[in-house]
Nanobody, 124 residues
Framework: QVQLVESGGGLVQAGGSLRLSCAAS????????MGWFRQAPGKEREFVAA????????PYADSAKGRFTISRDNANNTVYLQMNSLKPEDTAVYYC?????????????????WGQGTQVTVSS
């Protein structure tokens, strides 16, 4: 079992930045690929970014490319999402997720563990 706790969300003006953190516990963190997803009101949960176990592979959704950066600190069992140049359309609950193994994927269904989410609100 892996427990995931997100933090760092909040209210920010358009053009601002936030850094989300996801602290993991329960199993060997470096055995897990990690992902960030988001869900806006009335919409389905969607992929934002993912990172491989070593951090060497980091795919992004088109909406995140050039603005968001995913990273991880295996020594501290934490994955981060640095979000810059935020837009109102980035407003959503952001979730981190973990899946055991080497494969890095945007597919929600293959992630085994999920956090409870952190709210990000971007005002115009």
């Amino acid at each position: 079992q892996v427990q995931l706790v997100e933090s760092g969300g909040g209210l920010v003006q358009a053009g601002g930045s936030l850094r989300l953190s996801c602290a993991a516990s329960g199993r060997t963190f470096s055995n897990y690929a990690m992902g960030w997803f988001r869900q806006a009101p009335g919409k389905e949960r969607e992929f934002v970014a993912a990172i491989s176990r070593s951090g060497g592979n980091t795919p992004y959704a088109d909406s995140a490319k050039g603005r968001f950066t995913i990273s991880r600190d295996n020594a501290n069992n934490t994955v981060y999402l640095q979000m810059n140049s935020l837009k109102p359309e980035d407003t959503a609950v952001y979730y981190c997720a973990a899946r055991e193994g080497a494969i890095v994927t945007p597919r929600l269904s293959v992630y085994d563990y999920w956090g409870q989410g952190t709210q990000v609100t971007v005002s115009s």
